[in-house]
């Protein structure tokens, strides 16, 4: 092997070691944002806090916490909602600054009027978060947020674990109902987008025993 093969081969080593190291930390990361998408809202550490009842219990045999930023988050969320609506027509946002704002349109007469719509979040007892709508922006419009969870409703796509409650104008991510394909879960733990803090629960799933 020549000198000049030697440093290609070397190269494409450690360019295999780092692309190993990022595939592997995106992954983390990416469970993290979808847990949390919710993601989020003003200076919140859990208050009210709720019970909801599940019959899918996370069953690990390793688990470790990890802090995330709101920068971190966004970047995330950008990136899972681009590929998860690339074949829908309705395109949203949902980014985190002192809450959690979900951005959009809806039809209103005919035209498409944009929306921000912005939620307080809830850690919940079993880990899961709950996202409560307390403003809704749309211009000089006056519209009910009823109307505007109505139309997302049925309008928007979005994945089975999270639960819109039009009547409440609340969201519910089911953390505890979602896992990636290697079994990886994640729950929420604290929330406080004040101090930019998002402290999650990550899950390593138990192997199966012969």
């Not at 979040?121 to 505007?148: C, H, I, T």
């Amino acid at each position: 092997m020549t000198t000049r093969q030697a440093h290609q081969a070397a190269q494409k080593t450690t360019t295999k070691r780092t692309i190993n190291y990022w595939k592997y930390s995106f992954i983390v990361l990416l469970a993290v944002v979808i847990g949390t998408v919710g993601f989020v809202g003003y200076n919140v550490t859990a208050p009210k806090t709720e019970t909801i009842k599940t019959e899918k219990i996370i069953k690990a045999d390793s688990t470790f916490e990890i802090q995330m930023h709101k920068k971190q988050i966004n970047s995330l969320v950008a990136y899972y909602l681009q590929n998860y609506l690339e074949d829908s027509k309705i395109k949203y946002q949902l980014t985190l600054d002192q809450q959690a704002i979900l951005s959009g349109q809806f039809k209103f007469l005919g035209f498409p009027v944009e929306f921000n719509l912005f939620f307080e979040p809830y850690v919940l007892e079993n880990g899961d978060v709950q996202l409560r709508a307390k403003q809704l922006a749309v211009g000089q419009l006056k519209v009910p947020m009823s109307f505007v969870f109505n139309y997302i409703k049925r309008q928007y796509k979005f994945p089975k674990w999270v639960i819109l409650d039009a009547h409440k104008s609340r969201i519910t991510l089911r953390l505890n109902e979602f896992k990636l394909e290697n079994g990886m879960q994640v729950t929420a733990k604290h929330i406080d987008l004040k101090n930019d803090k998002i402290d999650l629960n990550v899950y390593i799933p138990l192997k199966n025993k012969k």
